[in-house]
């Protein structure tokens, strides 16, 4: 006898019975470490702040920023059709505001409930979406059971699921398989997203690659960019891009052997979390660093060598004025963060070993550059100095990772495609 359904279900009761005990304990901290919107935290409760339109409504979810961002195209496309309107819903406070800024008419945000059956149960039974399209990685057990059963036609889109995620869902492999083989279908970034998914059952799977690489390009403030490469008056530039923990002591070590080859470098840290700005300084001024922050108003001096671009949403203006990016979540066993934002941009990319996130990505935008992986602060030194000694590769370089980034295209059409087969069916039966 197979006893995967009882491992399932059991697993599935034992979540169901932890996350109903300590969600409103975890909201109620969260809110007061302001990381919940007090206004509206009755959405994380599954109560809506606003009616159901009255036609078609599709629910796309996405985690944060970033999943946000990769969707908005996907939106704009979905809603061509009259008579339709786009629920985002998405978890973080800084993707609300995101969306309120740029999400078009027809389309809102809500948060997206805990995930309790009360609170799923109570989104779904005022929104009734007559699709639900789940990005990149959000596998909630009660919103997507609860979700299929009531016959609402589902996929999993983006899909990303790394090795490190895979290993994990090992541990409970009945309960991925419930979960993952409840989506109609499913789109992958890649062959070994693919592979994982499809050990855990999810059906009618392809790959279509990324979202993000038919995203527009990041956004910026023109007169804050104009402002910024006034201010470093064409002084060789290292950026580093959303580190983490770990990574930004390796990129001073690289600064500091750089800097005796490359008078006036400027080192540029962009943390993944804007909070550790005051750590970065100190760790910087501990090193014997010049530093200066941005989230106090600061531009960098002459006498600045360490900048720390400890805000949000800005990333578009330091890749438009670095030759190149180094980008972190990848000297540490993170995972790597996108690297088709630069990319897309024409700069130039570097990376440590730990990219399983984007896997698929990295290699084919590193084999196009024919450099860019690194492993040491005096691998990063060595690939920086190349470009700074030499102008025209580094454009040469960038151009490359550009064609590479520009050439994943496509997966924003298959999107589209599916979503519009699985209404047509749905609408059908």
Not at 88 to 106: I, K
Not at 194 to 199: G, P, S
């Amino acid at each position: 006898m197979d006893d995967a359904p009882r491992e399932g279900a059991l697993a599935l009761a034992v979540y169901r019975g932890v996350i109903g005990a300590v969600a409103p304990a975890v909201l109620k901290a969260r809110t007061r470490r302001g990381k919940e919107d007090a206004a509206r935290i009755g959405e994380r409760r599954g109560l809506a702040s606003r009616p159901r339109p009255p036609d078609t409504l599709i629910w796309i979810h996405g985690a944060s920023v970033g999943e946000s961002l990769a969707i908005l195209p996907l939106v704009a496309r979905l809603l061509e059709q009259p008579n339709r309107h786009v629920l985002v819903t998405t978890g973080t406070v800084t993707s609300a505001q995101l969306m309120a800024e740029r999400l078009p008419e027809r389309a809102f945000h809500q948060y997206v409930p805990v995930d309790t059956r009360d609170a799923v149960r109570r989104f779904l039974k005022h929104w009734q979406p007559d699709l639900a399209l789940f990005v990149e990685s959000e596998l909630w057990p009660n919103l997507i059971l609860e979700t299929r059963a009531r016959g609402i036609p589902m996929a999993l889109v983006n899909a990303r699921f790394s090795q490190k995620s895979y290993e994990g869902w090992k541990r409970a492999s009945a309960l991925a398989a419930r979960i993952v083989s409840s989506f109609d279908a499913t789109l992958a970034q890649d062959g070994p997203i693919a592979n994982r998914l499809i050990a855990f059952g999810a059906k009618r799977v392809e790959i279509a690659g990324s979202l993000k690489a038919d995203a527009p390009p990041l956004p910026v403030n023109e007169a804050a960019l104009e402002a910024f490469r006034a201010s470093i008056a064409g002084r060789p530039l290292l950026l580093a891009a959303s580190t983490h923990p770990g990574e930004d002591e390796i990129v001073l070590e690289a600064a500091r052997a750089l800097g005796g080859n490359h008078a006036g470098l400027l080192t540029v840290i962009v943390p993944r979390h804007p909070q550790r700005g005051g750590d970065i300084e100190g760790m910087a001024a501990t090193s014997g660093f010049s530093a200066a922050r941005r989230s106090v108003g600061a531009l960098p001096t002459p006498a600045t060598d360490v900048y720390i671009a400890d805000t949000m949403g800005e990333l578009g203006l330091f890749y438009r004025a670095a030759p190149f990016a180094f980008l972190g979540g990848s000297l540490v066993p993170h995972g790597g963060q996108n690297p088709l934002e630069a990319a897309r941009l024409g700069t130039a990319v570097a990376s440590g070993p730990h990219t399983d996130n984007f896997a698929d990505t990295f290699r084919m935008l590193l084999d196009a550059q024919g450099a860019g992986r690194v492993h040491s602060a005096a691998e990063l030194a060595d690939f920086a100095h190349g470009i700074f000694s030499d102008p025209a590769l580094g454009q040469k370089t960038g151009a490359r990772a550009k064609a590479a980034a520009e050439s994943m295209g496509g997966a924003l059409a298959a999107t589209v495609e599916l979503a519009e087969n699985l209404l047509a069916a749905h609408a059908r039966a």
